[in-house]
C-alpha cells in the first residue's frame, strides 16, 4: 500500500476545514488563493483517500449506552495486531488501540448495564485465542470529554 501524499495547500484545507467543515468552497478558495474547482477537487480526492471525512459529531448526552469503560487486553505480543482486529470487529467496541505499557491493546466502549460490559470484557475479548487477562476501568465521572478528540494532526 503506498503512503498518500500532501501537500502544503492540502494542510492548509485540512487546517481550515477542521476549524469549520461547513465553511463554503469560495470562501476557502479566497482566503488560499486558488479556485475553487481546485478546493473542491483537492477536498474530493483528500476524501477518496479517506484522509478527512465529514460527519456530525453528536454529543454524548445522545447516546443510548451512556457509561463509558476502557478495557485493558494483555495478549499475546507475537499477534497483537491480529487480535486488536479481531477486537475492532466487535459490535460493542467503539474503539481500539495498541498501546505500550501494561496492556498492549486498549478498547473503548459505551455501555447501558455492568452485566453487558462483563459480556464484552469477560465473555466476548477474553475468549479471543491469545488474550491472556482483560481488565475493566469504568469512568465514574467525566470532567471532560472532547468530541473532536479525533482530530489528528501532525501540528
Known sequence: MSQV???????QLIDILSKDARISN???AADLGVTEGTVRGRIRRLQNDRLIAFTAITSFELADNTKMAFIGVQADFGRVNEIADTIAKLPAIDAVMITMGRFN????????????????????????????HVESSIAVKT??????IVKITDS
Open 26 to 28: 469560495r470562501k476557502i
Open 5 to 11: 501524499q500532501i501537500d502544503e495547500l492540502d494542510r
Open 143 to 148: 470532567l471532560k470529554y472532547n468530541a473532536r
Open 105 to 132: 491493546i486498549q478498547a473503548f466502549c459505551l455501555f447501558s448495564e455492568l452485566d453487558r460490559l462483563h459480556e464484552i470484557a469477560s465473555e466476548e475479548i477474553l475468549s479471543i485465542d491469545g488474550v491472556h
